[in-house]
């Protein structure tokens, strides 16, 4: 298995695809389509996974959602966050997505994911930086991989003070991820990696 690392826009979002044999799952949707079809090379994308719903994670969800055919898992708040064309900043645009002619699989907490070959998430519900915000949780082998999104990054957490932001339940959801193992490895929604071990006294500060 392996996961590559594609940004996106002008705020680098990080996108992840995790390839495993012949089948890929990628997370968040706006990096290059073409970067990322040089990178499936023949592979099949079963899925793509949003954290949650501000728009340098989905910009290119249209492109990615038509190229490679495969259903869209986010939270039902999510889509119609998504759909109502909300701002995800204040002073934000919002771009237009239309995803009415695609396969849409709506989440909860707890949710088994399993797509074959190993790609096996876990979702973990973590509102605080926005209403719709989850994480995934895969498991390689021993090692433990949490795609975080905008909950917690390198030596930070997401912000709370935007539209359905919730300083009180991103409270609750930095308690959730403090029960992972330390040696959980963080890939975010931007900066570099972590691990729950590194950024453990920074969350329990936040809470």
């Not at 930095?174 to 006294?201: A, F, M, Q, W, Y």
Request: proline content about 3%; overall charge negative.
């Amino acid at each position: 298995m392996e996961i590559n690392v594609l940004t996106g826009t002008l705020l680098e979002t990080n996108n992840y695809l995790i390839v495993s044999e012949d089948k890929a799952v990628l997370i968040e949707a706006s990096a290059n389509l073409n970067s990322v079809k040089e990178l499936v090379s023949g592979k099949t994308v079963v899925a793509i996974l949003l954290t949650h719903g501000h728009w340098d994670h989905y910009i290119n969800i249209e492109k990615f959602a038509a190229e490679f055919n495969c259903p869209i898992y986010m939270t039902n708040e999510a889509n119609a966050k998504i759909n109502s064309k909300q701002k995800a900043f204040y002073a934000d645009r919002n771009p237009k997505v239309d995803l009415s002619a695609y396969k849409i699989c709506y989440i909860g907490d707890k949710e088994v994911l399993n797509f074959g070959n190993g790609l096996e998430f876990e979702v973990l519900q973590t509102p605080g930086h926005t209403n719709c915000s989850v994480c995934y949780l895969l498991k390689v082998g021993q090692e433990t991989i949490l795609f975080s999104g905008d909950t917690i990054f390198n030596n930070g957490i997401g912000r709370t003070d935007l539209p359905t932001g919730s300083p009180k339940e991103m409270k609750e959801s930095i308690k959730k991820l403090l029960l992972l193992p330390n040696k959980t490895l963080v890939l975010s929604g931007h900066g570099d990696p972590t691990t729950i071990e590194v950024e453990r006294e920074n969350l329990l500060n936040q809470i």
